[in-house]
């Protein structure tokens, strides 16, 4: 694929997006943010790293932009916390346990899959709605279970992990502009 056709396919992907849904999202996120209610934030490979770039961008920008402490929580970034679970449990309960113990009422969560299929997350959604949290997405492909799992979802409809990552990546940089 050459530089052209990437970025032709980038900024396809991008027009396609539904950014009435997406404004919405941001707002719902805005309000959990301003109220002091936490947002965990969780995504496995590439996605946790988004994850934690998401984290970084909310905890130092939004509040700083807001003048006020907001509290924004990776449940990908404790590598021992992970191990453990994983290794105790299983791989599919490292998100689902952590919100167990973490999570309050008025939280939310926020997963991160190019595929929407990943186990864990899918279980974190799910363990997330049992404790009344609010659930969004960020999902590439066509979305998978975690597209009719989360409450609100914006859907990347392409393939093309590194071009999702991408499109993933920007969310957290319109939540910072959006305000």
Same mark, same amino acid.
């Given at each position: 694929?050459?530089?052209?056709?990437?970025?032709?396919?980038?900024?396809?992907?991008?027009?396609? /997006?539904?950014? *009435?849904?997406?404004?919405?999202?941001?707002? =719902?996120? @805005?309000?959990?943010? =301003?109220?002091? #209610?936490?947002?965990?934030?969780?995504?496995?490979?590439?996605?946790?790293?988004?994850? @934690?770039?998401?984290?970084?961008?909310?905890? *130092?920008?939004? @509040?700083? *932009?807001?003048?006020?402490?907001?509290?924004?929580?990776?449940? @990908?970034?404790?590598?021992?916390?992970?191990?453990?679970?994983?290794?105790?449990?299983?791989?599919?309960? !490292?998100?689902?346990?952590?919100?167990?113990?973490?999570?309050?009422?008025?939280?939310?969560?926020?997963?991160?899959?190019?595929?929407?299929?990943?186990? #864990?997350?899918?279980?974190? !959604? =799910?363990?997330?709605?049992?404790?009344?949290?609010?659930?969004?997405?960020?999902?590439?492909?066509?979305?998978? =279970?975690?597209?009719?799992?989360?409450?609100?979802?914006?859907? !990347?409809?392409?393939?093309?992990?590194?071009? !999702?990552?991408?499109?993933?990546?920007?969310?957290?940089?319109?939540? /910072?502009?959006?305000?």
């Amino acid at each position: 694929m050459d530089v052209n056709h990437y970025f032709d396919e980038v900024i396809a992907t991008l027009l396609s /997006l539904d950014r *009435k849904l997406i404004t919405q999202i941001l707002e =719902k996120l @805005s309000v959990i943010l =301003k109220e002091g #209610n936490t947002l965990f934030v969780a995504g496995n490979g590439g996605s946790g790293a988004t994850a @934690s770039h998401f984290v970084n961008d909310m905890v *130092k920008g939004f @509040s700083l *932009k807001h003048q006020l402490p907001i509290s924004v929580v990776s449940l @990908s970034d404790n590598t021992p916390t992970l191990t453990a679970i994983a290794n105790d449990l299983s791989f599919e309960e !490292v998100f689902s346990f952590q919100l167990s113990g973490l999570a309050r009422a008025g939280d939310a969560l926020l997963v991160i899959s190019g595929s929407g299929n990943s186990e #864990n997350l899918v279980r974190a !959604v =799910k363990r997330a709605k049992e404790l009344s949290l609010q659930t969004f997405g960020l999902l590439g492909f066509d979305g998978g =279970k975690l597209l009719h799992e989360c409450e609100y979802s914006m859907h !990347v409809d392409s393939y093309n992990m590194q071009i !999702v990552e991408d499109i993933h990546g920007m969310f957290g940089h319109l939540l /910072l502009k959006h305000n």
